[in-house]
């Protein structure tokens, strides 16, 4: 079984400084892949960045940044230059490639971003 | 990028009074949708996989006959809550993935939040 730990129910940040969503993931399968999300008081999932197991760097978009250690079992969130409207929601998911296009969501992070 | 609809974003209604709600894929076909609830500041928990042209995979605990799924075409899936009760309460989230992408990232829809009296 697929298992998604978010160890920060809330976390607190300075507007423009960076902050870390942790995450943590338990699979038995080499082939999975980790996924994040924002969900905004609206409701609405934004996808935000995905690692694939194999990938040998970790990935980026934009102000967002992956830092995936895989013997850690760990794919924690970057969010650097944070911005009022990053305060949010945040899920990490995990895709265990031999059980289908499901996603498991950990428990969730609320980031609050302070002026 | 793909869009993912979902309708209504919110509903009320009575007990024993059947929801329906919609989740449509607008530029892309999507064979699988995937239903998930939501319930206040708790995570995602994946009700039922929606199959186009077949039967919908349930998950453990989930009630087949209570939560009604059809995916009659490609780029629509619908989910029935039958008889509702005030336990039905949640926000209901649906998703899909655009197999154009080369992520496999599942694209969701802005949600549905039901309300029962």
């Known amino acids: 079984a697929q298992k998604i730990t978010q160890t920060q129910p809330g976390m607190f940040v300075q507007e423009k400084e960076a902050v870390t969503l942790d995450c943590t993931y338990d699979?038995?399968?080499?082939?999975?892949?980790l996924f994040w999300y924002k969900q905004p008081s609206s409701g609405e999932m934004i996808f935000l960045i995905y690692q694939g197991s194999y990938d040998q760097q970790n990935a980026t978009e934009g102000r967002y940044s992956l830092n995936f250690q895989k013997a850690r079992k760990s794919a924690n969130l970057v969010i650097s230059a944070s911005q009022l409207g990053d305060s949010a929601m945040y899920f990490c998911?995990?895709?265990?490639?031999?059980?289908?296009?499901?996603?498991?969501f950990g428990g969730g992070t609320r980031l609050m971003v302070k002026p | 990028g793909a869009v993912v609809s979902q309708h209504p974003s919110r509903v009320i209604c009575k007990s024993g009074t059947s929801v329906k709600i919609e989740c449509r894929s607008l530029?892309?076909?999507?064979?699988?949708m995937f239903w998930y609830r939501q319930f206040p500041k708790k995570s995602l928990m994946l009700m039922a996989t929606?199959?186009?042209?077949?039967?919908?995979?349930?998950e453990q605990g989930v009630e087949k006959d209570k939560f009604l799924i059809n995916h009659a075409s490609l780029t629509l899936s619908t989910l029935t809550v039958t008889s509702a009760h005030p336990e039905d309460s949640s926000f209901y989230i649906c998703s899909a993935r655009d197999p154009r992408q080369l992520v496999e990232k599942l694209f969701f829809g802005s949600g549905t939040q039901l309300s029962v009296l």
């Open positions: 929606s199959n186009e042209g077949s039967k919908a995979t349930y």
């Open positions: 699979t038995s399968d080499p082939s999975y892949g």
């Open positions: 530029d892309f076909q999507a064979t699988t």
């Open positions: 998911a995990m895709r265990v490639n031999n059980a289908g296009n499901m996603l498991t």
